[in-house]
């Protein structure tokens, strides 16, 4: 079954640090959904890829779909204490538009 | 309302126990989900239920026993769970499957402890 791999695991920065976590799947995507989930709490949804070498901006989180439609990553510019938590990727998979993968999630830490 | 209600946020209970999750949104999307979720772990799909009908079963043990009585509700019923199912179980809802452009809004769970 389809298998999306996401490194880091874990990233501890200082304030200010720039972050990058990437996914890649071993097989082609349908689309990739990026969420956070913060310490104790549940996954938000943060933004939906579907167009290969698609490229999306929110404030200071910069998210990338690949050519191939394998791999994506999520860029944190001059990252914040807010930004803790974990960041996961998620891709349909199974041919089903309803199986929801998730990564394995990369877990951020920020040094104040 | 752009949220997805789980009740109860805690809940402990004997092996020989059943029990029922809830789950409740109001934003007209037609596909529902159970996810459970361990420490540290990402979330893992067990259930979808799409219109109102089960569509996916991750093959779940049988003492987990989903129920959709209308398209607002969801339910997870328990029975005779085992300690390793001691975890968080997410219920989360979509417009219409996994390529939905607002993408899966989850409930804030339910915290479970089997003893």
């Known amino acids: 079954g389809q298998q999306v791999m996401q490194i880091p695991q874990y990233q ?11 996914c890649n ?4 995507l349908s689309n990739i959904q990026w969420y956070k989930q913060r310490p104790g709490g549940h996954p938000v949804f943060l933004i939906q890829l579907v167009k290969s070498g698609e490229v999306k901006k929110q404030k200071r989180l910069t998210f990338q779909f690949g050519e191939a439609k394998k791999n994506s990553s999520l860029h944190i510019t001059a990252t914040q204490t807010t930004d803790v938590g974990t960041y996961f990727c998620a891709g349909l998979s199974g041919g089903s538009n309803y199986k929801l993968t998730f990564g394995k999630g990369t877990l951020l830490t920020v040094n104040p | 309302d752009t949220e997805v209600t789980q009740t109860p946020k805690h809940l402990v209970m004997g092996m020989t126990n059943k029990k029922s999750l809830k789950c409740e949104q109001h934003m007209g999307h037609r596909a529902m989900y159970w996810y459970k979720q361990k420490a540290k772990k990402p979330p893992e799909l067990m259930f979808v239920y799409s219109y109102e009908k089960l569509s996916i079963n991750e093959s779940v043990p049988s003492r987990f026993s989903p129920e959709c009585p209308n398209s607002s509700l969801l339910n997870l019923h328990l029975h005779a769970l085992q300690p390793e199912d001691s975890a968080l179980y ?12 607002y993408g899966y809004t989850f409930g804030s769970g339910t915290r479970l402890t089997v003893v």
């Open chain 2, 90 to 101: 997410l219920c989360a809802s979509s417009q219409d499957g996994g390529l939905s452009f």
């Open chain 1, 25 to 28: 799947s071993s097989t082609t």
């Open chain 1, 12 to 22: 501890h920065v200082q304030e200010g640090e720039d972050f990058t976590t990437y």
